[in-house]
Every structure is written in C-alpha cells, then in structure tokens.
C-alpha cells in the first residue's frame, strides 16, 4: 500500500500565502511525477501544478495558467515529499488540494494514489 498525506492548508486573506506539504511513504518502487491538483465546489478537478522524477526530466515542473508566477511546487527525493507554495493567493483560489503520485509500485504494477485532500479557502 502507499499513504500519501497532505497538510497545511486553511484560511488566509487576499494576497496572501500558504504553504501545502505533501508526503508518499509504503510500496513505492519508482516514482514518475507528484502533483497537486485542486476542485472547486461545483467545478472538475484541475492539474495545479507537477513535478517530474524521471531521469532525464527529473525537476521539470508544469503550472496551470492560473496559478503561473504565483505557485511554486518543489521536492525533496529522500523523503518522497513534495510541496506547494502558494503566494499572492486569490479567491478563486478555494478548493479542496488533492496531491498524487505517479509511478510503479514495482517494476511491473502502476501506481496511481490520491491523498485525502486538504482544504484551502481565502476570504476576508
């Protein structure tokens, strides 16, 4: 089994900034990208932003238009972990942030995992 396990979300005003932390541990054998995404009541989910592993491309980062100049997403190899910094937030910006991993749990079976979500709201 792999857990992957998101925190630091909650309430901030316009303008301001949050950071999300993403953790994979388990059955893990090689991992392709950790993303966030996020869902907006009454919306899809939509890809926020990724990161690559591969070699080769590892490092390579992806950004929704939205969140372009305003999120950064980076990683940490050792601890499986991946996070979202998130400056000059809107309201728009609420949802639920989902992070995924991507990769194999062995040489020969996918992985495919999704956290639990954690919540991100900004208002005055």
């Known amino acids: 089994q792999v857990q992957v396990v998101e925190s630091g979300g909650g309430l901030v005003q316009p303008g301001g900034s949050l950071r999300l932390s993403c953790a994979a541990s388990g059955s893990i054998f090689s991992i392709v990208h950790m993303a966030w995404f996020r869902q907006a009541p009454g919306k899809d989910r939509e890809l926020v932003a990724r990161v690559l592993w591969s070699v080769g491309s590892a490092g390579s980062t992806d950004y929704a238009d939205s969140v372009k100049g305003r999120f950064t997403i980076s990683r940490n190899d050792a601890k499986n972990t991946v996070y979202l910094q998130m400056n000059g937030l809107k309201p728009e910006d609420t949802a639920v942030y989902y992070c995924?991993?991507?990769?194999?749990?062995?040489?020969?079976?996918?992985?495919?995992?999704w956290g639990q979500g954690t919540q991100v709201t900004v208002s005055s």
């Open positions: 995924n991993i991507r990769g194999y749990r062995t040489p020969f079976e996918n992985l495919d995992a």
